[in-house]
């Protein structure tokens, strides 16, 4: 209308909605997607009136514990969820919707890694994970290509046209949100470092309290990976934290207190149960302690999780950025990809590490074909290997709840 005042965000909105068309190979998966999911949707729907019409021998899941029955009627939602998504992701490349087609790989990227947590609780590591891993890595790697802001960025570094931008990029602030939504932008270049950066420092803050407080004077390892300094459950709690939180970082500080404190207590849980639930593992017990909730989170350590996300939130992310953007401008997404190679292997070889701890205990292992990666493991990561790396960690493969 004449005399409309359009902002620029409203203009930058506008500008990610417009169709932009995908290349041939893109749009071939968009197709592929579609095709496949509707077969699954479909098979699903059929399966489900075969349920409702008694056709469908039950007897196998007789002996099988309530928990594993929960766990594989999750996965069989997720999956269906999925489908779903893939369809309304293929229907998005072909229309050339950039930023809803980021948008919905983003939140298909959290299905994926949900179902796979499924997968990895029923039948440890192996074969019915390749899809989904497969499936998460091209989900990254759209998301990052159609990621409007990430886009801008790519051309920024080819033509240099945008001189704001250039300027931002040399003051190393690039990464924060400068619709003022939000503190940082939410995409996975930034996520990725607050990952490994939270990795480290929540495993030196960890061993500090463990020489202090729990045995003075005394190390031991607390790291959760194979290799490296790097304890996981505090770079994925910083995630959740600094997604949770980006839009009320500047909020009262009792708010983003107790808003990390439930986080951090919750995903402790969880961390605690799946461990036990997938591998027979205890890696902490509470039990006993003040408001101890299952021996797997307790009071005191959530308030732990409120104040370092309180003092993650408005001190350390600030610095955390300006210290990520002194990487070179040129190697900015090359560093990025090839540390990011290097922490999926190593967590993937740390889960099936893991993996083969827990058939050893149980008893379970295939010693007359054994996998590549099976071997490999018994190789180099033995018992005694496994016990010493992870000094904090038990076993006692009657805890989990495996289906196989």
Same mark, same amino acid.
């Given at each position: 209308?004449?005399?409309?005042?359009? !902002?620029?965000?409203?203009?930058?909105?506008?500008?990610?909605?417009?169709?932009?068309?995908?290349?041939?190979?893109? *749009?071939?998966?968009?197709?592929?997607?579609?095709?496949?999911?509707?077969?699954?949707?479909?098979?699903?729907?059929?399966? +489900?009136?075969?349920?409702? =019409?008694?056709?469908?021998?039950?007897?196998?899941?007789?002996?099988?514990?309530?928990?594993?029955?929960?766990?594989?009627?999750?996965?069989?939602?997720?999956?269906?969820?999925?489908?779903?998504?893939?369809?309304?992701?293929?229907? =998005?490349?072909?229309?050339?919707? *950039?930023?809803?087609?980021?948008?919905?790989?983003?939140?298909?990227?959290?299905?994926?890694?949900?179902?796979?947590?499924?997968?990895?609780?029923?039948?440890? &590591?192996?074969?019915?994970?390749?899809?989904?891993?497969?499936?998460?890595?091209?989900?990254?790697?759209? $998301?990052?290509?159609?990621?409007?802001?990430?886009?801008?960025?790519?051309?920024? $570094?080819?033509?240099?046209? $945008?001189?704001? =931008?250039?300027?931002?990029?040399?003051?190393?602030?690039?990464?924060?949100?400068?619709?003022?939504?939000?503190?940082?932008? &939410?995409?996975?270049?930034?996520?990725?470092?607050?990952?490994?950066?939270?990795?480290?420092?929540?495993? @030196?803050?960890?061993?500090? #309290?463990?020489?202090?407080?729990?045995?003075?004077?005394?190390?031991?390892?607390?790291?959760?990976?194979? #290799?490296?300094?790097?304890?996981?459950? #505090?770079?994925?709690?910083?995630?959740?934290?600094?997604?949770?939180?980006?839009?009320?970082?500047?909020?009262?500080? @009792?708010?983003?207190?107790?808003?990390?404190?439930?986080?951090?207590?919750?995903?402790?849980?969880?961390?605690?149960?799946?461990?036990? !639930?997938?591998?027979?593992?205890?890696?902490?017990? #509470?039990?006993?302690?003040?408001?101890?909730?299952?021996?797997? !989170?307790?009071?005191?350590?959530?308030?732990?999780?409120?104040?370092?996300?309180?003092?993650?939130?408005?001190?350390?992310?600030?610095?955390?950025?300006?210290?990520?953007?002194?990487?070179?401008?040129?190697?900015?997404?090359?560093?990025?990809?090839?540390?990011?190679?290097?922490?999926?292997?190593?967590?993937?070889?740390? &889960?099936?590490?893991?993996?083969?701890?827990?058939?050893?205990?149980?008893?379970?292992?295939?010693?007359?074909?054994?996998?590549?990666?099976?071997?490999?493991?018994?190789?180099?990561?033995?018992?005694?290997?496994?016990?010493?790396?992870?000094?904090?960690?038990?076993?006692?493969?009657? *805890? +989990?709840? =495996?289906?196989?």
């Amino acid at each position: 209308m004449p005399g409309e005042v359009v !902002t620029l965000d409203e203009r930058e909105s506008q500008a990610d909605d417009k169709p932009e068309r995908y290349p041939f190979l893109i *749009r071939v998966y968009g197709v592929l997607s579609i095709v496949g999911s509707l077969i699954q949707v479909n098979l699903a729907i059929l399966v +489900a009136l075969a349920f409702v =019409r008694g056709e469908i021998d039950l007897s196998p899941l007789d002996g099988i514990t309530a928990t594993t029955l929960v766990i594989g009627v999750v996965a069989l939602i997720l999956s269906l969820v999925v489908a779903i998504m893939f369809i309304v992701l293929g229907v =998005r490349l072909l229309l050339g919707k *950039r930023h809803r087609a980021a948008t919905i790989a983003n939140a298909m990227i959290a299905v994926e890694v949900a179902f796979g947590l499924c997968v990895v609780l029923l039948y440890g &590591l192996g074969e019915r994970l390749v899809p989904t891993l497969v499936n998460i890595v091209i989900l990254i790697v759209l $998301q990052t290509y159609s990621d409007p802001a990430l886009r801008d960025e790519r051309r920024l $570094q080819r033509k240099l046209q $945008q001189l704001e =931008r250039k300027a931002e990029a040399e003051d190393g602030t690039l990464g924060r949100d400068l619709t003022g939504k939000g503190y940082i932008t &939410l995409n996975f270049f930034n996520i990725f470092w607050v990952f490994v950066i939270c990795c480290v420092l929540g495993l @030196l803050v960890e061993i500090a #309290y463990h020489m202090i407080v729990v045995e003075p004077g005394v190390y031991q390892d607390r790291a959760g990976l194979l #290799y490296g300094p790097f304890s996981p459950i #505090y770079g994925v709690g910083a995630v959740l934290m600094t997604i949770a939180l980006n839009r009320f970082h500047d909020r009262n500080p @009792l708010v983003v207190f107790l808003v990390s404190a439930v986080i951090g207590g919750a995903f402790e849980f969880f961390v605690s149960w799946f461990m036990e !639930t997938a591998f027979g593992i205890t890696a902490w017990d #509470y039990t006993g302690t003040f408001l101890s909730i299952g021996g797997r !989170t307790n009071g005191m350590f959530m308030c732990m999780w409120g104040f370092l996300g309180l003092l993650w939130i408005k001190f350390v992310l600030p610095v955390m950025l300006k210290v990520v953007n002194k990487i070179p401008w040129n190697w900015r997404y090359g560093v990025t990809a090839v540390c990011a190679t290097l922490m999926f292997v190593d967590a993937g070889l740390t &889960l099936a590490a893991l993996d083969c701890w827990y058939q050893r205990e149980a008893g379970a292992m295939n010693a007359e074909n054994p996998s590549a990666i099976v071997e490999f493991c018994n190789d180099n990561y033995g018992d005694d290997f496994m016990a010493n790396r992870f000094q904090s960690m038990t076993i006692d493969a009657d *805890r +989990a709840a =495996r289906a196989d």
